[in-house]
């Protein structure tokens, strides 16, 4: 079997996905798994990364990207930590990372969880503003909408309940 990317070698790297009751299949050879970033489970040096295996996991078919070049030899100037390192352990050395590596990060991060942003659990008792916020955001998105499919009455409604729940917050 072909490559389905480049059609031009032996497929050896076969990706099967589950997504919402749909299988998806793609058959790549290693070249155009490298180049997608496809589920790669071991770093250059061959050394198994239990982040990079998790992160395989959560990975979305549809949303293979190019692996970015980026220096490896990339260093925090506060903490000493490099970038190949927060990539194979998904360990952060310092508060200062976060600015000077931003742009790695981010494609290091929905590798490993799968997501950029927080969606876990809430805490109850200090949570109430979170969900709030939460409804509020929701509440803005249905308002645009009734905006755009001129239901300008429905919109006045979402309208009034945003001002309210600003007034909880």
Known sequence: MYCDECKQKL????????????KIEMHLC??????????????QDNNFSIPQLLGSFLGN???FQELQP??????????????ANIRQTG????????????????????????????????????GENILLQRKIDELKNQLQQAVAHEQYEQAVEIRDAIKTFEKDL
Do not use: W
């Not at 497929?11 to 749909?22: F, K, P, Y």
């Open 91 to 126: 360990k952060i050395g310092c508060s200062e990372c976060y600015s000077i590596f931003d742009r790695e990060l981010e494609p290091t991060f929905r590798r490993i969880s799968g997501n950029t942003e927080h969606v876990g659990k809430i805490p109850n008792r200090s």
């Open 30 to 43: 290693e070249t155009c798994a490298a180049k997608k970033g496809a589920l790669l489970i071991f770093d």
């Open 61 to 63: 078919p549809h949303d």
């Open 70 to 83: 980026v220096n490896n030899q990339a260093v925090c100037p506060n903490c000493g930590t490099g970038i």
């Open 11 to 22: 497929a050896s790297v076969h990706l099967t996905q589950m997504i919402q009751g749909q």
